[in-house]
Structure formats: C-alpha cells, structure tokens
C-alpha cells in the first residue's frame, strides 16, 4: 500500500537547505569559463541511473580559484581556472544546459551566483538562472596516488596526434 508520509520523508525539508543549496559567487572570464565546462564535461555521466547528481558539474569556489569536477565514478576529470571569488562555496549544476548557456554569452566578465536553490549566471545582457542539483550528494573524489608527471601540452598534444591513428578502435583487439 502507498503510504504518502514516507514519501514526505524522502523530501527536503525546510529546515535542511545544506543538502540543495551553498552560496557561492564568483566573477571569471566566459571563454575560460566555457573551455574549462566543456573539458570537465567530458567525464560527465552520459546516463546518470542512480544517481543524478552525475549529470552535473560540482563547482567549488575558494580562494581566487574554481574547480570544476565532473566523473561517472570511472573517469574523474578536474579543471581550476583563475575567478574573483566573493562567497567560497559548493554548488552541482547540470552539466549539458551550464555548457549550452556559457557557450552563447558575450566574451568578457561572466558572474555566478547562487540564490536559494537557483544559481544566477550572467554576461553582458544575458542573465539566466538554473536550477541546481544537491551537491551533498556528489560523490567524494579522491587524488590519484602514486608518482605524478608534469608535461608541456603542446609536446604531449603533439605525440598524441602522431599516434591516435594506430590506437585501437574494437576493445576486443588491444
């Protein structure tokens, strides 16, 4: 039998926003802005299933830094970019329409801001706001271990062009 009171209970209540909402504003460039949410969002769940909060992008404003992070807890991939940041928080935002909307505003100064459950994006004219997805429940992702290897972009980018022909397509066939 349906019992609505337990339905009721699987709700957000009032009293407990922490789970839907952390302020956090910042001010960044809209190119870097753009570059960095398309490259996190490559590691972002295709089909988010179980857990929903895969579809977005976790935002964590501190310091004079972002840090996007964006996984399908198999591939974490994470961006920080420089911003002025005015409120330190955490935030998720869905990853494809935080993509669509930064990619169509005008080049220059770009503010986020979050308000209630809603973060407000904005850039020259434009101004949108989009809902946000809990960030209490994005999973913890910890740092790689073992030995890490700094390398130019432009060499490795490089290499990596000479051999992506030879790499195989079919898993089947290393």
């Known amino acids: 039998m349906h019992n609505p009171q337990a339905l009721l ?3 957000p209540s009032s ?5 839907w909402r952390r302020q956090v504003k910042f001010r960044c460039e809209r190119d870097t802005l753009a570059e960095a949410i398309s490259i996190t969002q490559r590691a972002v769940a295709a089909r988010s299933g179980a857990m929903p909060v895969l579809s977005g992008i976790k935002v964590t404003a501190a310091d004079d830094t972002i840090e996007l992070v964006g996984s399908d807890l198999d591939l974490t991939i994470r ?12 935030s998720v935002v869905p990853a494809k ?10 080049p220059g100064a770009v503010t986020f801001e979050v308000t209630g459950d ?3 994006i ?5 101004q949108v706001s989009v809902r946000l997805l809990p960030a209490d ?5 910890g740092s790689p271990e073992g030995t890490s290897v700094s390398v130019e972009a432009g060499p490795f980018a490089e290499a990596l062009r000479q051999v992506i022909p030879a790499a195989s397509k079919d898993d089947a066939r290393p």
């Open 9 to 11: 209970l699987l709700q």
């Open 15 to 19: 009293t407990n926003k922490s789970v």
């Open 79 to 90: 961006v920080r970019i420089p911003a002025q940041v005015d409120s330190p928080g955490v």
């Open 97 to 106: 329409l935080f993509d669509g909307l930064t990619s169509r505003l005008k």
């Open 118 to 120: 809603d973060a407000k």
């Open 122 to 126: 904005s850039g020259g004219p434009a």
């Open 137 to 141: 429940d994005f999973p913890k992702v």
